[in-house]
């Protein structure tokens, strides 16, 4: 456990709830210098304490724990930086609903990377058996199904989001279509 790591997040939803640490130390039922001690990074809480502080801020052990969440979210928003980009031709009339799609291609697309590294270092297919008495046998893992669903997903709204790029006067998508090989 990174304790500067967790401190920092931790600090940062208390401010998101605009809480001062006296205020959030007393509903988390610990004494202010000893959050303060954490949220500086100079001592690690048990569990039970870690358990009190997430609850306290509406976020899960994990989220505390895992700086992997905070990675991924800054991978989505490049990625949805990098779509804006290239959507930009789209109406105004129409941002409402396209900013909700960009937002999804960009997770599908980090979650397919992640995905496709996974398959790349462990292979399409396990084996596996019901029971010890039963011969094992190749079957395709879950993650892969998982990347086949997900790329399914992804090229819809793509393909949805080219859709709404204003036509050239050949009634074919105009240059940034022809960009996602369209």
Do not use: H
Not at 68 to 97: A, Y
């Amino acid at each position: 456990m990174d304790k500067q790591k967790v401190g920092f997040r931790m600090r940062e939803k208390r401010k998101e709830k605009k809480l001062t640490q006296v205020d959030f130390a007393k509903k988390a039922g610990i004494s202010t210098n000893y959050y303060s001690s954490l949220e500086q990074g100079k001592n690690s809480p048990s569990l039970e304490v870690l358990d009190r502080i997430a609850k306290s801020l509406d976020v899960s052990v994990l989220y505390l724990l895992n700086d992997r969440i905070d990675d991924m979210e800054i991978r989505v928003e490049k990625e949805v930086n990098r779509l804006r980009k290239l959507f930009s031709g789209i109406p105004k009339t129409q941002l409402d609903v396209v900013e909700g799609l960009i937002t999804q291609a960009a997770r599908l697309r980090i979650l397919l990377d992640d995905n496709w590294k996974d398959i790349l270092e462990n292979g399409e297919y396990e084996k596996f058996s019901q029971s010890d008495n039963q011969t094992p046998y190749d079957r395709k893992r879950p993650i892969v199904e998982n990347y086949d669903n997900r790329d399914k997903t992804y090229q819809a709204i793509i393909k949805q989001l080219t859709e709404l790029l204003p036509q050239g006067k050949s009634g074919k998508p105009d240059r940034k279509s022809k960009l996602l090989g369209r």
